[in-house]
DNA sequence: CGGTTGACCAAGT
DNA sequence: GACTTGGCCAACC
């Protein structure tokens, strides 16, 4: 049985590039609720470079937190053709369907 | 087992 | 738009 934290990170792991997800959707596509408890197991994650962290918002669009730093997310999202807009993304465009 | 923490969410002020 | 409150859930001590 895997740790509720790798089911996050196997799920995350399929956003492709110029794509993002929001915790809540993340949680829900493993069917749980803790959107919460996703963003724990985001600021442990031991995968960096596998798993793309930096492309998980929150469910108003707004970036979230970044272990290494706010910016430093917008910086990579913009380097892999994520808008951003007043720190902001456009869910409707760039929001990758899971499930 | 209980209490604390957190890269959250929604609704209210 | 900024801030507070209550709710939510897993990990950790």
């Known amino acids: 049985m895997k740790s509720f934290n790798e089911r996050c990170y196997e799920i995350l ?3 492709p590039k110029g ?6 959707d993340l ?3 493993m069917n749980t609720k803790a959107y919460r408890a996703v ?3 985001m600021n442990k994650n031991p995968y960096a ?5 930096h492309r998980v918002i ?13 910016k430093k997310k917008i910086q990579m999202l913009k380097a892999e053709g994520v808008e951003i807009i007043n720190g902001k993304i456009n869910l409707d465009k760039y929001r990758y ?3």
């Open 19 to 24: 794509k993002v997800t929001t915790y809540k």
């Open 97 to 99: 369907k899971l499930r």
């Open 58 to 70: 929150q469910s108003d669009g707004s970036l979230g937190g970044f272990a290494s730093g706010t």
């Open 27 to 29: 949680a829900k596509a």
């Open 13 to 15: 792991r399929r956003v």
């Open 49 to 53: 470079p596998e798993v793309p962290c």
């Open 39 to 41: 963003g724990n197991a």
